[in-house]
């Protein structure tokens, strides 16, 4: 049984038909017929039932058809494996991660990798650590950035820990500050309605359960945004909002750190647990566990207005 015989088969069930298969394959429709016959006298059984104007699967062929598809599939992989191997001069990585990780280390990230590899394309998906992990465990991503601990109903995932991160207050410059200390306290944002993420954010829930350890319900001014709008929001001096330390510094707001013990979150990147990601995708997380390592522990410090984005 060859590969050349299996994707033909495969190339006349699904298109019914020998000539538009030939024509598909870029064969000529009689050497297509002969390796077909030979699959056949091989198997010991016919694959098609052959009338005029029309071609259906026998039992047999309904059989062989799952199987010969998977053949093939594992023999692209390894081949697109194998050609990535060689120099990764091309191939495709699907990376995904929060918008909070976007707008400040992913980028740094993404050029370090396309600097060192052009030929191979990237796509970034771009939402809340909680769906991610729904996004990862479809197949539709190679790696994501997500908030670990994961949830625990989350699907089987490989994660390493990369970067403990620092959350803090972000104000408007022009309104009354949160507190007039250098450190505000949880229990100070009691009266004071917050911007607030939509669900499916994991900065949502750590500000939430924060506010509820602290004996209150938090109150909102607005909700339901992704992270520029939230920023725009407090930048308009509609409430202040929890924010990664790193797109505060980024932000061009006032920045207020918390009252130990602080709110904090762990950024891992993971994959799939019963699939190896790529070549490509290996090497790209390679560098993000170096370039995010590298960071470490945030730094607190006191409050102060952040430089604009630079």
């Given at each position: 049984?060859?590969?050349?015989?299996?994707?033909?088969?495969?190339?006349?069930?699904?298109?019914?038909?020998?000539?538009?298969?030939?024509r598909r394959e870029h064969v000529a429709q009689p050497s297509l017929s002969q390796q077909i016959r030979a699959l056949e006298k091989e198997l010991g059984t016919e694959l098609f039932h052959r009338a005029r104007g029309a071609v259906g699967l026998t039992?047999?062929?309904?059989?062989?058809?799952?199987?010969?598809?998977?053949?093939?599939?594992?023999?692209?992989?390894?081949?697109?494996?194998?050609?990535?191997?060689?120099?990764?001069?091309?191939?495709?990585?699907?990376?995904?991660?929060?918008?909070?990780?976007?707008?400040?280390?992913?980028?740094?990230?993404?050029?370090?990798?396309?600097?060192?590899?052009?030929?191979?394309?990237?796509?970034?998906?771009?939402?809340?650590?909680?769906?991610?992990?729904?996004?990862?465990?479809?197949?539709?991503?190679?790696?994501?950035?997500?908030?670990?601990?994961?949830?625990?109903?989350?699907?089987?995932?490989?994660?390493?820990?990369?970067?403990?991160?620092?959350?803090?207050?972000?104000?408007?410059?022009?309104?009354?500050?949160?507190?007039?200390?250098?450190?505000?306290?949880?229990?100070?944002?009691?009266?004071?309605?917050?911007?607030?993420?939509?669900?499916?954010?994991?900065?949502?829930?750590?500000?939430?359960?924060?506010?509820?350890?602290?004996?209150?319900?938090?109150?909102?001014?607005?909700?339901?945004?992704?992270?520029?709008?939230?920023?725009?929001?407090?930048?308009?001096?509609?409430?202040?909002?929890?924010?990664?330390?790193?797109?505060?510094?980024?932000?061009?707001?006032?920045?207020?750190?918390?009252?130990?013990?602080?709110?904090?979150?762990?950024?891992?990147?993971?994959?799939?647990?019963?699939?190896?990601?790529?070549?490509?995708?290996?090497?790209?997380?390679?560098?993000?566990?170096?370039?995010?390592?590298?960071?470490?522990?945030?730094?607190?410090?006191?409050?102060?207005?952040?430089?604009?984005?630079?």
């Open positions: 049984m060859q590969l050349q015989q299996l994707r033909y088969f495969a190339a006349v069930a699904e298109t019914r038909h020998f000539t538009r298969a030939a039992d047999a062929g309904e059989a062989l058809l799952p199987l010969a598809r998977r053949i093939l599939a594992d023999t692209d992989t390894a081949r697109r494996e194998v050609q990535e191997v060689a120099r990764l001069a091309r191939g495709r990585v699907r990376l995904g991660a929060p918008p909070s990780l976007c707008a400040s280390v992913v980028p740094d990230v993404l050029r370090i990798f396309r600097d060192r590899y052009p030929g191979v394309e990237l796509a970034v998906h771009e939402g809340g650590s909680r769906d991610l992990v729904g996004v990862l465990a479809a197949g539709e991503l190679d790696l994501a950035l997500v908030i670990t601990p994961l949830p625990g109903q989350a699907p089987a995932l490989v994660t390493a820990e990369l970067l403990r991160e620092e959350l803090v207050v972000v104000s408007a410059p022009g309104e009354p500050p949160p507190t007039r200390a250098e450190r505000l306290r949880i229990a100070e944002l009691r009266d004071h309605p917050l911007v607030m993420f939509r669900h499916g954010y994991d900065l949502r829930e750590l500000t939430v359960s924060a506010c509820r350890a602290a004996g209150f319900e938090p109150r909102f001014s607005v909700e339901g945004g992704e992270m520029d709008a939230v920023l725009g929001c407090v930048r308009a001096g509609l409430g202040p909002a929890v924010v990664p330390r790193m797109v505060a510094d980024r932000s061009g707001l006032r920045t207020t750190p918390l009252a130990p013990p602080g709110l904090h979150r762990t950024v891992s990147v993971a994959h799939r647990s019963d699939v190896s990601p790529p070549r490509a995708a290996r090497e790209l997380r390679r560098i993000l566990v170096g370039h995010l390592g590298h960071l470490g522990q945030t730094t607190t410090g006191p409050g102060h207005e952040a430089p604009g984005p630079g």
